[in-house]
């Protein structure tokens, strides 16, 4: 059996005869950027998501860097985040004009550790920018409680969460905003580059409404010193009719994480915490083991295709060299271990039952 870490092609099969029709329909009216259809879009995510604005921008690192952007905080302020996060929500803070602070991750959850970040904080702390990495949302009512104590805002890395639920709130409403990313392989995925932007606070949505195209408030008017980051018309309707599909997705999801915690079976292989299963929406199924390279060869040659998310941490990239000499163990030791199987919609039954037949004899 030859079963492809992802198979974009796959995923989007059921779509195809509606995703045509949207080509034809977008082409024919002749309206390609910040249009009714991005409006529609919008104003499902936002109802989606229970939030008061929605507003597509261009990717999901433009989504964060703009919401940083939006918050004018003083230069140099120092942004708390989780050192084991994709490196865009570092690259955001930067590109924001800002200091990313990093944070060690819990090793249980790998998501940031709320216990860690107290100590981070100082005089310049203004925000903490969490990451529901993998699809499972941090812990909002600790890190919350921190944010308040010490007068900082919170925003969501969300790239990863669409539809991931925490104390019956949904990703994108646990914040003062989120950033959101349609990258193909994610849960939710456009056919190209796209993003958006979740938020309740009235003066923060219509300064980010601004900045994402030029900073201008109306027509030739700028207040801002904005950035060209504006969703197209053909990605916001295929986005649309993907959303009306997410939940059943999500759910899918759910059954295949169920079956693979629950009949997955190798002291070689820690598997992720299934305390939240029904409220995570699983974006990566990630396992951990020491013997990783040695997994990833012989999934491979059983046909299994894998993936690694991520294999070098960000404070050991050579684009932080500044970083190069840090110390960060339990980053260090996910980054060394971590192994993610195929879990996707366009998997069967049979393909799970093989992939966790095929790791129980590894
Ligand atoms: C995908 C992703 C992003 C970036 O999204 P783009 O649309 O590729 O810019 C940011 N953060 C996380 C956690 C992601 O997974």
Redesign the pocket.
């Known amino acids: 059996m030859q079963i492809p870490f992802l198979n974009l092609k796959a995923i989007n099969k059921p779509f195809e005869l509606e995703i045509k029709e949207v080509f034809d329909e977008v082409l024919e009216k002749g309206w390609y950027i910040l249009g009714e259809k991005g409006r529609a879009f919008e104003e499902a995510f936002a109802q989606f998501c229970n939030v008061k604005y929605c507003l597509g921008v261009a990717?999901?690192?433009?989504a964060?860097t703009i919401i940083l952007k939006a918050c004018a905080f003083p230069l140099e302020a120092e942004i708390l985040v989780a050192s084991n996060?994709?490196i865009?929500?570092i690259l955001a803070i930067k590109h924001a004009g800002y200091v990313p602070v990093l944070v060690e991750p819990s090793l249980e959850t790998y998501l940031i550790d709320s216990a860690n970040i107290e100590q981070k904080i100082t005089s310049k702390t203004s925000a903490i920018l969490v990451?529901h990495?993998y699809g499972k949302c941090c812990d909002m009512q600790a890190i919350n409680l921190i944010a308040k104590k010490h007068h900082l805002r919170v925003f969501e890395?969300a790239?990863?969460a669409h539809g991931a639920k925490y104390k019956e709130k949904l990703a994108g409403n646990l914040s003062d905003g989120a950033?959101f990313?349609?990258?193909p392989s994610?849960n939710l995925g456009a056919l190209g580059?796209a993003?958006a932007i979740t938020t309740n606070d009235d003066a923060l949505a219509e300064k980010i409404m601004a900045l994402r195209n030029y900073g201008s408030s109306k027509k030739y008017v700028f207040d801002y010193q904005g950035i060209n980051s504006r969703l197209d018309e053909i990605q916001a309707a295929i986005l649309s009719l993907k959303l009306r599909k997410l939940e059943e997705d999500n759910h899918y999801r759910r059954k295949i994480a169920s079956l693979y915690l629950n009949n997955i079976k190798n002291d070689k292989i820690i598997l992720p915490p299934n305390d939240t299963l029904e409220d995570d929406v699983w974006h990566l199924f990630v396992i951990r083991t020491t013997q990783r390279d040695d997994f990833v060869k012989y999934m491979l040659s059983k046909g299994i295709g894998t993936d690694i998310h991520y294999p070098i941490p960000p404070h050991q990239q050579k684009a932080f060299t500044e970083w190069n000499r840090v110390s960060l163990p339990i980053s260090e030791k996910i980054h060394k271990e971590v192994v993610s199987i195929p879990l996707n919609i366009s998997l069967t039954e049979n393909e799970i039952t093989y992939i966790i037949e095929t790791i129980n004899i590894f």
């Open positions: 990717n999901g690192l433009d964060l996060t994709y865009a929500t990451t990495l890395d790239a990863q950033g990313s349609f990258y994610k580059d993003g």
